[in-house]
Nanobody, 124 residues
């Protein structure tokens, strides 16, 4: 099992940047594919980014590609989401999630463990 705790959310003006962190408990962090999802009010949870076990392969939703960057530090059991050029439509609760190897695609159903979420609000 793994427990996930997100941090780094907040209020930022459009065009600004934030870096989200997700700290994982346990010694098996490197065994999980990690993803970031987000959920805006009244909308379904949507995929944002995903990173492979070693960090060498990343995928992004078209809506964030070129602006967001996912990374991980397996020595610190932490995954990051660097968000640049933020837009008001990026406003959402952001969740990190962990999936077993072989899973962890773009669907929330692929992920076994979830953090509690961190709020990101982008003002215009």
């Amino acid at each position: 099992q793994v427990q996930l705790v997100e941090s780094g959310g907040g209020l930022v003006q459009a065009g600004g940047s934030l870096r989200l962190s997700c700290a994982a408990s346990g010694r098996t962090f490197r065994s999980y594919v990690m993803g970031w999802f987000r959920q805006a009010p009244g909308k379904e949870r949507e995929f944002a980014a995903r990173i492979s076990l070693s960090g060498g392969i990343t995928y992004y939703a078209d809506s964030v590609k070129g602006r967001f960057s996912i990374s991980r530090d397996n020595t610190k059991n932490t995954v990051y989401l660097q968000m640049n050029s933020l837009k008001p439509e990026d406003t959402a609760v952001y969740y990190c999630a962990a999936a077993s190897p072989g899973a962890g695609g773009r669907s929330a159903d692929d992920y076994n463990y979830w953090g509690q979420g961190t709020q990101v609000t982008v003002s215009s």
